[in-house]
């Protein structure tokens, strides 16, 4: 069975940073865009980063540019998402998803990212970050 599994959620206060990891089990990781999502209470998911072959083929959400850093490891079949100068509004829990379609092409990559749509695809179980003003 595929497994995506995050960790690093937690409680933190507004500016400070957190690390989330996500570890794939019973796949080919290799052959999979990785990305990460969220979803905060009321609201619809959204897609925050994605990750194609290389640290190089990234793209991230309006939101995420330029505080959020997406880098995969794929000796460890893992992905991760370095998460700086958090604000409240950042708080959401915060899923790992895996594509096979979405790492055909950049553009599939945005799409996947800004639609949230995952079909085919595996997602994790989630984990909550919470920011405290």
């Known amino acids: 069975d595929v497994q995506l599994v995050e960790s690093g959620g937690g409680l933190v206060q507004a500016g400070r940073s957190l690390r989330l990891s996500c570890t794939a089990s019973?796949?080919?990781?290799?052959?999979?865009?990785l990305g990460w999502f969220r979803q905060a209470p009321g609201k619809a998911r959204e897609g925050v980063s994605g990750?194609?072959?290389?640290?190089?083929?990234?793209y991230y959400a309006d939101f995420a540019q330029g505080r959020f850093t997406v880098d995969r490891d794929n000796a460890r079949n893992a992905v991760y998402l370095q998460m700086n100068n958090l604000t409240p509004e950042d708080t959401a829990v915060y899923y790992c998803?895996?594509?096979?379609?979405?790492?055909?092409?950049?553009?599939?990559?945005?799409?996947?990212?800004?639609?949230?749509?995952?079909?085919?695809?595996?997602w994790g179980q989630g984990t909550l970050v919470n920011v405290s003003a």
């Open positions: 998803a895996a594509s096979t379609v979405a790492r055909r092409a950049p553009t599939l990559l945005k799409l996947w990212v800004d639609s949230s749509y995952n079909g085919g695809g595996y």
């Open positions: 990750i194609g072959d290389t640290d190089d083929d990234t």
């Open positions: 019973g796949l080919i990781f290799d052959d999979y865009a």
